[in-house]
């Protein structure tokens, strides 16, 4: 039988130690990792190999050659050119006219090949994937089939709220010949994203074998340390780890342990190791061969390549050593530190948790490394949060940190960009916008910095101008020490999650662009950029028929950057305004409470008759809602008024909205003859389909509110400016907001959470989905399960272990007891 190994790939995620040498060859317990693939496909039959090669491929065809000493024909097929996965296989077709198995070369498994294969045939498939069931799909593609195992949907690099099920692809293939005719020759192809849904479309027969063994994709560092640790503790089929001394120790030939050292297994030494007196092999631990561990040396859960010497004192603490390193007396490496091939590291030397150091370096003597030395990698899961990059103020966000960020940020744009930059009036913001500006100059990329502005002049600047992007530095609502750091792309808006993650590759692996003096960025400041503002917002509305009704206003600034703003915009539409802390001010924006600012507003406006009041948060985002009652409205109260007074201004108006919104919403809107389309209950998607010209509104539940026709984002002051403009629309009068909060019902939404571990995310989706086949399900984020008279959503939380539940019905007790009862149910799979 044929099988084909993909072994092009450069590990770029596993950097220092694929610096020098192609991922498949790195050693899994002493072997390269493909040398246990090919082992895998000898014991299932597999005699005749097609590897593929891409990257560094004379180190593999040096060390495997034609295969005779495995005991299996290798031939090689070389791409010239990066041709993806699929391209890679089919440039290999005229070694493969019958039924053949596609592995890559740098996974860890001993999945049932064969029972792969019978299970193709039985079914008569023209491709059949090999998939698994793994705590955290995120990262993987996840593949949904139906109860006979016929694919029906792929699913790739999904988010929580995606996450209909577990099992992900494998990428270990089944295929018939016939599968060359969905690629298309010379160029690059993807299996996953081009192929596969290519045969979906064209009806042809594709299966999921789930499989029971193991398999980990061996793309990180943590996964490699990780798939030593199952290796040791026998949770996969590996052969030739060498003698075992005893339970769980394996000695290669011609290794040395001194009589006055100590192993504790599980541990693997390899071949002609030496353990000098008193030295400490720790658990799940693997020594390479050629290693010399001097007296006194200690290694706890680490991996040492091949002849590498560690002196005299030296402690490692779960990290990997590459090839060839030489660790002097007393060099301690904490958990995390991983080190390129032929690195020194001088006596006495620290490297602290997370450092890498690439290959070829030194570490001088007693030096103290906190951070990785060149260009490569230091990781942080989950940099990004809801809002952006947020963690207190010269502590997690220092302008070391701020400065990588923006380095990692500005080289996904193009050397030359121009970005602009602004903040708020706080001085943590303002020495953090500083460092922001020195990293994007630092890569070539040119910043128009607002200096102090709003979050929606920041938006608008960037669409208006030359920007490819944005970036805003501000004080964290609801926590003072906190700061967040928002990116927006050419358009104005939030980054995507895919942007977020390229951000947070670049960050940890500190792939940053330096340029070279001369090509080093400028600082401008850009003119009249609130003028512009002021006229872009007053060509979207009528402005003549708002100052002929002459509205009298209440509104507080929130000693926000708004303050700059209003005055401008309030004076073209002739309103009377009574301006409640209306300037910037960041000590008493500190102290500012939104509940509190919005009960003055209303006592204000029920002592002077206005019109309506407005509460605007300190960046310019948010807004409060208050009419001529005094009435204040919930932000799903003024949710549901805007979408009833557009969908009646509009014909046919088309609203946005997430998916936790009020159902009375959706019912104002389709009565007025509209129509919703979901969202998810991220922002960055929001005003993603906000920017689509066919929406007419969008709107969050947090008091973000979204006039696309002037910018696809939340802004405050335009909302104001569109909510007078429909206002001034009655024309039979008076322009009374009341007449419109009056026909908004009353909402009930509960909401909880449940504790989830990460690892049982996946499953409890998984799980509620199958449980929910006979109910109206809505599937944009999360599970909604859709009844009469109301909803419960299920949405995991992206960045800390637990789900939320939301649930809307006729009273409050009633949401209540559904989010208890889902909760319950939650708990009961946890169990």
Known sequence: MKAVIMAGGEGTRLRPLTSNQPKPMLPMANRPMMEHVVALLRRHGFDDIVVTVAFMANAIRNYFGDGTELGVRIRYATEETPLGTAGSVANARELLDETFV???GDVLTDIDVSAAVDFHRRNGALATLALKAVEDPLEFGIVITQADGAIERFLEKPTWGEVFSDTINTGIYVLEPEIFDFIEAGRSVDFSGEVFPAVLDAGRSMFGYVADGYWEDVGTLEAY??????????KVELAGHGFELRPGVWLGKGAAVDPAAAVEGPAIIGDNVTVGASAVIGPYTVVGPNVRVSDNAVIERSVVHDGTHLGSGVRLEGCVVGRACDLRQGAHLEDGVVLGDEVFVGAAAVLKSGVKVYPFKTVEMGAMV???????????????????VTGLANVDISPELAMRLSMAWASTLDKGSTVTASRDTSRAARVL???????????????????VATIPVTRFQVRSGASLGGITVRLAEHDTQSVVIRFFDQDGIDIAEVVQRKIERLYAREEFRRTFAPDIGDIGFPVRTLEYYTAALMDTVDVERVASCEFKLVVDYSYGTASFVMPNVLAKLGADVLAVNPYAATARSIEWDRDAAAARVSGLVQSSGADL?????????RITLVDDGGRILTDDEALILL??????????????LPVAAPMAAERVCTGNGGEVIWTKLSVPHLMELASRKHIDFAASQLGGFIFPRFLPAFDAVATLVHL???????RDGPHRLSRWSSRVPEVHIAHDEVVTPWEQKGTVMRVLVERSSDRNVLLVDGVKLLD?????????????????????????????????EQAARLRQMLA
Not at 229 to 234: A, G, P, S, T
């Open 433 to 451: 916008k500083r460092a922001i500006m020195v990293g994007c100059n630092s890569a070539g990329v040119n910043v128009d910095d607002l200096e």
């Open 724 to 730: 007078l403009d429909l206002l001034a629309g009655d």
């Open 643 to 656: 979408v009833d007074m557009v969908s009646t201004r509009r014909s046919k108006a088309t609203v946005a």
């Open 613 to 621: 009041g407005v509460v605007i948060d300190a960046g310019g985002e």
């Open 225 to 234: 340390l990780r798939a030593h640790h199952d290796i040791l503790d026998r």
């Open 788 to 820: 009469a008279d109301g909803w419960t959503l299920v949405l995991p939380d992206p960045e800390e272990p637990t789900t939320h539940i939301w649930a809307e019905a006729t009273s409050d007790a009633a949401a209540r007891s559904r989010v208890e």
């Open 370 to 388: 906190n951070t990785s030395i060149v260009w490569e990698s230091r990781g942080a899961r989950n940099l990004f949060g809801r809002l952006g």
């Open 102 to 104: 596609v592995i890559s």
